[in-house]
């Protein structure tokens, strides 16, 4: 009797690592966000506009380090297995967040996120660690909580950073840094290997760089179709945290507790969908047919945001948004399916790589076509315009999933 119970614990608590990391690395990320802008003006003496300024390389840094390092912490934790990949990156990560916690200078402010961007990639491997231990019917439920860890970290992160900021400008730091060593400790005690040594491959820097990991995954069979369709919910959902401030001012002209309630909301809609709703949907309707679904939600609720100029409708169509969360966990569970053990970390370290290509360039995209439609200059007073390139890429993701010659695993 007591075999089964251990059994299942020694199942369970993996998962629970996982999603705790994922949990904590965005609480991580939210903690810093309130008091990043009086960190760069302690460090470099400026005022707010160019700290601004500063927040903008910084970014665009972080961001440019996942892009390349994405595939590259794939490509490792298919050849040395995914625990070291994943516990050695929490421990830089803590080793970050102090040193960001002790930064006198504006560069070594900007070196430790380069370093975050690095340490960041470990979502790809702790989503191929998912992908190791899961059947295929568990995939996508799986992948569907990854994503809700990740919310629900997101919008507890934010909220705890300005409490500890009470405590002085680098206490959030110090409390980020804390929460990946615990991390860190929990995960050396529960966690086990998930890759085997017959399903490990020889690294490759051939294929350890975007380009190289994008061709390699691309050849597989309808591959190339779902990376596709996954770079442009990638790029369509970048408009919310880009524009949804400046949108709902303009258009409804919410204050910033309203602009913050809507985002909570929409938020924990995701969470439901991804973590709760994702098990029905695959259940009744299959992986594409929830991947439909979500892609059908998506357009219709970019297509009114672009005409409507009523706050009130604007909330009523957040849970309709939200189901556009059905489209992730299902997709990632099918390109999951069709690569093989040893290229799981291949995979998510593309996928991390397309996200951040992403969060590179729609922000300047949105910014830009934002403000040919709003203020006094605008070509046409339509703020909203700017949600015609979400709704377009939601659309051509739609045409994509039609059912095509070879058949889906699942």
Not at 28 to 37: H, K, N, R, T, Y
Not at 96 to 122: E, H, K, P
Not at 158 to 170: I, K, S
Request: charged share 10%.
């Amino acid at each position: 009797m007591s075999a089964q119970p251990e059994r299942a614990a020694r199942q369970t608590l993996p998962v629970l690592f996982i999603l705790i990391t994922l949990a904590l690395d965005a609480i991580g990320f939210g903690l810093i966000m309130p008091v990043m802008p009086d960190l760069l003006r302690e460090v470099t003496g400026e005022d707010l506009a160019h700290a601004a300024l500063w927040g903008g390389v910084l970014t665009g840094g972080f961001a440019v380090m996942q892009v390349l390092c994405g595939p590259m912490i794939g490509n490792l934790s298919d050849r040395f297995g995914r625990k070291p990949v994943l516990l050695l990156s929490l421990a830089v990560l803590s080793a970050d967040y102090l040193v960001l916690a002790l930064a006198g200078t504006i560069w070594l402010v900007f070196l430790a996120r380069l370093i975050n961007g690095v340490t960041s990639a470990t979502y790809g491997t702790a989503t191929a660690y998912i992908a190791d231990i899961s059947t295929p019917e568990q995939k996508a439920q799986r992948f569907g909580l990854i994503g809700a860890a990740f919310g629900a970290g997101f919008i507890m992160g934010p909220a705890l950073g300005g409490m500890l900021a009470e405590f002085g400008t680098r206490a959030p730091f110090y409390a980020a840094a804390v929460v990946a060593a615990l991390n860190l400790g929990f995960g050396a005690l529960v966690m086990r290997e998930s890759l085997t040594p017959t399903n490990r491959r020889s690294f490759s820097w051939r294929r350890a760089n975007p380009f190289g990991a994008f061709k390699s995954i691309g050849k597989l069979p309808g591959l190339g179709r779902f990376l596709t369709i996954y770079a442009a919910f990638e790029f369509a959902f970048i408009v919310y945290p880009v524009i949804w401030t400046y949108f709902a001012i303009a258009r409804f002209g919410w204050t910033p507790s309203q602009v913050g309630g809507s985002l909570a909301l929409y938020g924990l809609g995701m969470v439901l969908v991804q973590g709760v709703l994702i098990r029905v949907a695959i259940r009744s309707l299959g992986r594409r047919g929830a991947m439909l679904v979500g892609a059908l939600a998506a357009l219709v609720s970019f297509s009114a945001l672009a005409v409507i100029d009523s706050g009130t409708v604007a909330m009523m169509l957040i849970p309709l948004s939200s189901l556009s969360g059905l489209v992730s966990p299902a997709l990632r569970a099918e390109m999951s399916d069709r690569v093989a053990a040893n290229q799981q970390g291949e995979l998510q370290g593309a996928l991390a790589s397309l996200h951040a290509i992403g969060m590179i360039g729609a922000p300047l995209v949105y910014t830009q076509v934002f403000a040919r439609f709003s203020g006094d200059q605008a070509i046409l007073d339509l703020p909203g315009m700017v949600f015609i390139i979400p709704a377009a890429l939601s659309l051509m993701a739609l045409l994509l999933l039609r059912p095509a010659q070879e058949r889906s695993p699942v």
